[in-house]
């Protein structure tokens, strides 16, 4: 028997338009308006740690979603590491990019995505907006830092491949970001516009290098940067730049291009650097214009009334002309198509045996360990001193980070205490610690100091004051190391902070 639509146009453009959405929602159960957005054409949901309770929670949740619309794709930002959505609560079993790539085995890489993939699949996740591609180029870089695997492009381009296979091998697609590469600046995207002065020679051999390995590994995703490139672009963000975008990402290699044709998702559309220049709805019709797919939002705009205000913005662009019809159909058709994939993807990792410690082999192995001669390991419970720097909106500020809770589980009676920059009082920081400490041991953990002068001003104060510190960095380790004990953990997962913490009683 032939079925025959009997959607209009006008019907097809408005299910078009949903299609390309990738919103957010508050709340652990699907709200009615979501579910009713699904049923009329909305293509994908976005999840992030509000929507998260518990993996059998998840699981509820998306099962909700899919008895309205079976194909939905369920995205969520899971990098492990720092930027943890699923144990966000008590931090990430697994390490991130910055520790995988100081090891930098590609088995180990694979086997960590893999792992991560078949708990993300279990729960009904089927897209994760990961692994970051970027070169960490600029030490001073706020918001990739430990997200990236480091400031080599063969040694990123190597493990984002082996990333992209260990995670597709579980059903879930892999979304390589944030092209055309975020690593060479000191402004956070979110906040504000960053600027990469770099030449197309440059490009061509650091930042896109990643980019094509990944395209080789077959990610089924590209996300784009909110970065002005001049060299590409010298107005136009690449989220919104047809030059980005179509002229490079998409267009064939032998014209110079990547020659990709898979789906496109933009980063955060409500990010200040697209929505304080352009608005979102602007901002959401000249991204598809550019050649986008698929328009992240919800970080921080999650209801309906964004949903359909972005919706009728896109309506309205086909119907006055500023979108073409056919960008906007080629866009959609991508969203269903990967749909179809994730679908057909769905039991990939059913039988697989978890590789529970995985994530634990990682982060022992990123450790690197600095001693002065005559260390002894802790045998008592120590004093432990965490210099906190404001989080990046992608790590966020509630996710448990430093070494305090594993000590503790191995020394009960560990105190620690939390000082920040914007807490400075009359007495030094290193006073402080000192005067609170008494005659314990001192453990300082600091996050990337070498960007904060605040913190190493008080860490070189605590060490010159009492040399037997045990200093542990849990950020990039671009300072020297200090202290009778340094351990450098490559990111702040709760399993780094394990890792560290048996090397510090143990002194392996």
């Known amino acids: 028997m032939t079925v025959i639509s009997t959607d209009t146009p006008a019907d097809l453009l408005v299910r078009d338009a949903l299609t390309v959405l990738q919103p957010g929602f508050v709340g652990t159960t699907a709200p009615e308006w979501l579910l009713r957005q699904l049923a009329e054409g909305l293509g994908a949901v976005a999840l992030f740690a509000r929507n998260i309770e518990s993996p059998e929670q998840l699981a509820a949740l998306t ?137 197309l020679a440059t490009l061509r051999s650091r930042e896109l290098v990643p980019f094509r390995a990944a395209l080789a590994a077959g990610t089924k995703v590209v996300m784009s940067a909110h970065i002005l490139v001049p060299a590409l672009d010298p107005d136009l963000p690449a989220t919104l730049s047809p030059a980005a975008l179509t002229g490079l990402l998409r267009a064939p290699r032998e014209a110079g291009g990547l020659g990709y044709d898979g789906l496109i998702v933009t980063d955060g559309i409500e ?25 992240c939002v919800g970080g921080g705009l999650a209801d309906e009334q964004t949903v359909r205000v972005l919706r009728d913005a896109i309506v309205a662009a ?31 990792a059913e039988g697989t045996a978890p590789a529970a410690e995985v994530g634990l082999e990682a982060a022992r192995r990123a450790l690197r360990v600095t001693r002065e001669p005559g260390f002894e390991a802790l045998e008592t419970a120590p004093y432990v001193a965490a210099f906190t720097p404001v989080a990046n909106i992608a790590v966020g500020e509630d996710t448990p980070w430093g070494v305090a809770a594993e000590l503790g589980r191995l020394l009960p009676g560990t105190e620690t205490a939390t000082f920040r920059a914007a807490d400075a009082g009359g007495s030094s920081f290193a006073e402080d610690v000192l005067a609170a400490a008494g005659t314990r041991r001192i453990v300082a953990v600091v996050r990337d100091v070498h960007r904060h002068a605040w913190m190493a001003d008080a860490l070189a104060g605590l060490v010159a004051a009492r040399p037997s510190t045990i200093v542990v960095e849990m950020g990039v380790p671009q300072a020297p190391p200090c202290g009778a004990l340094h351990v450098a953990t490559h990111g702040a997962a709760r399993v780094c902070g394990e890792a560290a913490a048996e090397v510090i009683v143990t002194s392996r």
């Open 271 to 295: 990010m200040q650097a697209i929505a304080a220049t352009y608005g979102i709805e602007r901002g959401t019709v000249m991204a598809l214009a550019a050649g986008a797919d698929a328009i």
């Open 318 to 348: 086909v119907e006055s002309g500023d979108l073409p019809r056919q960008r906007l159909a080629d866009a959609a058709t991508r969203v269903r198509e990967l749909a179809a994939w994730a679908a057909g993807q769905a039991g990939a």
């Open 63 to 199: 099962a909700q979603l899919r008895a309205v619309r079976p194909d939905v794709l369920v995205a969520a930002d899971e990098e492990g590491g720092d930027v943890t959505r699923l144990e966000a609560r008590g931090g990430s079993s697994f390490p991130g990019n910055l520790a995988l790539g100081a090891v930098d085995d590609v088995k180990l890489t694979r086997a960590v995505a893999a792992e991560l993939g078949r708990r993300l699949a279990e729960c009904g996740v089927n897209l994760n907006w990961a692994p970051s591609a970027d070169v960490n180029s600029d030490p001073g870089n706020p918001v990739i830092g430990v997200r990236s695997f480091g400031a080599d492009p063969e040694l990123v381009a190597r493990n984002t491949a082996a990333y992209v296979e260990g995670l597709q091998s579980a059903g879930v697609a892999a979304c390589v970001k944030h092209f055309p590469g975020h690593g060479d600046t000191a402004t956070d995207s979110h906040h504000a516009l960053p600027r990469i002065d770099v030449d």
